[in-house]
């Protein structure tokens, strides 16, 4: 088994952010999808001005070779534990990291998460002592802009250990108190479900800054 979390969970933080930043832009031709820069700013710096201020701390999950690149302030960022297995190495990674109890955690390529969704998904999974709380939208599930307690870690751990590397494989834990957000829920905070767009070719890149540009648009008109 890999190494568990221990129980000792003192001075615990209401909600963290983890940010999975270990994907390759290989189809972009670049080696860190994260670095692509969208309407003057790379992706990952996207995410971090729209979650972050609705989270009380930062963590970062990075592979060996970009983690020099993701610091920024009052960040931390850790290395991947165990590079090439997917997100779900990356959750491991981030949920051993943590010292709170409830993380959401989310891609470094989606840029247009929404931070009132994320606060609403908070509120949901304090509430109601979920261990996850993951979208899923008409049987879509969405694993990334989800929920996870660090009670989570250990049964990463143990996924990873047995050669099993989807991260749904965590919703079908009996020991984990899991619960799901659906379309209803999700768009009376996120109307165009935008939270869950990542960035893996060029057309997604012209696909998310014409989002950005209209949600932009939207704020202004809502101002005059």
């Given at each position: 088994m890999l190494d568990e979390v221990s129980d000792?969970?003192?001075?615990?933080?209401?909600?963290?952010?983890?940010?999975?930043?270990?994907?390759?832009?290989?189809?972009?031709?670049?080696?860190?999808?994260?670095?692509?820069?969208?309407?003057?700013?790379?992706?990952?710096?996207?995410?971090?001005?729209?979650?972050?201020?609705?989270?009380?701390?930062?963590?970062?999950?990075?592979?060996?070779?970009?983690?020099?690149?993701?610091?920024?302030?009052?960040?931390?960022?850790?290395?991947?534990?165990?590079?090439?297995?997917?997100?779900?190495g990356g959750i491991w990674?981030?949920?051993?990291?943590?010292?709170?109890?409830?993380?959401?955690?989310?891609?470094?390529?989606?840029?247009?998460?929404?931070?009132?969704?994320?606060?609403?998904?908070?509120q949901r999974a304090i509430t109601a002592g979920l261990d996850?709380?993951?979208?899923?939208?008409?049987?879509?599930?969405?694993?990334?802009?989800?929920?996870?307690s660090r009670r989570v870690a250990d049964i990463a751990g143990e996924l990873l250990a047995a050669g099993r590397h989807s991260v749904r494989g965590l919703f079908k834990c009996p020991e984990l108190n899991i619960g799901i957000v659906d379309r209803t829920f999700v768009q009376q905070y996120d109307a165009k479900l935008a939270s869950f767009f990542n960035v893996n070719t060029s057309d997604d890149l012209v696909m998310a800054e014409y989002m950005l540009t209209r949600r932009e648009k939207c704020l202004q008109e809502e101002q005059t």
């Open positions: 000792a969970e003192q001075g615990e933080k209401p909600v963290n952010l983890i940010i999975l930043a270990g994907g390759r832009g290989t189809r972009m031709g670049t080696s860190h999808k994260h670095e692509m820069m969208l309407a003057g700013k790379s992706l990952y710096d996207h995410v971090l001005d729209r979650i972050a201020p609705v989270c009380d701390s930062i963590i970062v999950v990075g592979s060996s070779d970009n983690t020099a690149g993701l610091a920024r302030p009052h960040v931390r960022v850790v290395c991947d534990a165990v590079p090439g297995e997917g997100p779900l990674s981030g949920l051993r990291a943590s010292s709170s109890a409830l993380n959401l955690i989310m891609g470094a390529d989606m840029p247009c998460g929404s931070p009132t969704l994320a606060q609403a998904m908070e996850i709380l993951y979208p899923s939208i008409d049987g879509l599930v969405e694993p990334l802009f989800a929920i996870y």
